[in-house]
Antibody, heavy 115, light 110 residues
């Protein structure tokens, strides 16, 4: 059973860059898609985007100008960068395995955008 | 990219069956058999319950079933149990090669 674990700062200042890493254990990253999904407090889920193990990406159009997802299969990690953050980016950020449906999820990490 | 429409809440008694709807358009739910459903308990990560409209992952109870008609997908929970009380979200692939979640439904077991 693959396990995913998000890591990164829990507090980011407005206009700065949010950076998170997801570490995958218990399985190879090869041949899979890897995704980021977020959930503002008390609200619904939002798909951010995914990356294939080989590096191709696909992003939510509403975030595309600010999002970069990258992968390092040698470290069994993939990462999320979100630039120019505002309070609206405050959310629990989940990493997950898959592209169209997600069977394995990390526990999620709360990122708060505040000065 | 607007969220798919789900009822805010659905309730049922122990042992009853309930159905949660997920309404989109021909550009998402109606156009592809790529709808999935997730159960989320408070403070927990979502759990995949149904994928590709009606397929149940290994380990998910047979009490959960999915279907689709036109632009509306549905999740049915039969034999409602106390532990089914949670939030449920649908998700669909779209014609722009992206994915969109539903607005979410809170299921209450009365």
């Amino acid at each position: 059973q693959v396990q995913l674990q998000e890591s990164g700062p829990g507090l980011v200042k407005p206009s700065e860059t949010l950076s998170l890493t997801c570490t995958v254990s218990g399985g190879s990253m090869n041949t899979y898609y890897w995704s980021w999904i977020r959930q503002p407090p008390g609200k619904g889920l939002e798909w951010i985007g995914y990356i294939y193990y080989s590096g191709s990406t696909n992003y939510n159009p509403s975030l595309k100008s600010r999002v970069t997802i990258s992968v390092d299969t040698s470290k069994n990690q993939f990462s999320l960068r979100l630039t120019s953050v505002t309070a609206a980016d405050t959310a629990v950020y989940y990493c997950a395995r898959g592209a169209g449906w997600w069977g394995d999820w990390g526990q999620g990490t709360l990122v708060t955008v505040s000065s | 990219q607007s969220a798919l429409t789900q009822p805010a809440s659905v309730s049922g008694s122990l042992g009853q069956s309930i159905t949660i709807s997920c309404t989109g358009t021909a550009n998402d739910v109606g156009g592809f058999n790529l709808v999935s459903w997730y159960e989320q308990h408070p403070g927990k990560a979502p759990k995949l319950m149904i994928y590709d409209v009606s397929h149940r992952p290994s380990g998910v109870s047979y009490r959960f079933s999915g279907s689709k008609s036109g632009n509306t997908a549905s999740l049915t929970i039969s034999g409602l149990q106390a532990d089914d009380e949670a939030d449920y979200y649908c998700n669909s692939y779209t014609s722009t090669n992206t994915y969109v979640f539903g607005s979410g439904t809170k299921v209450t077991v009365v």
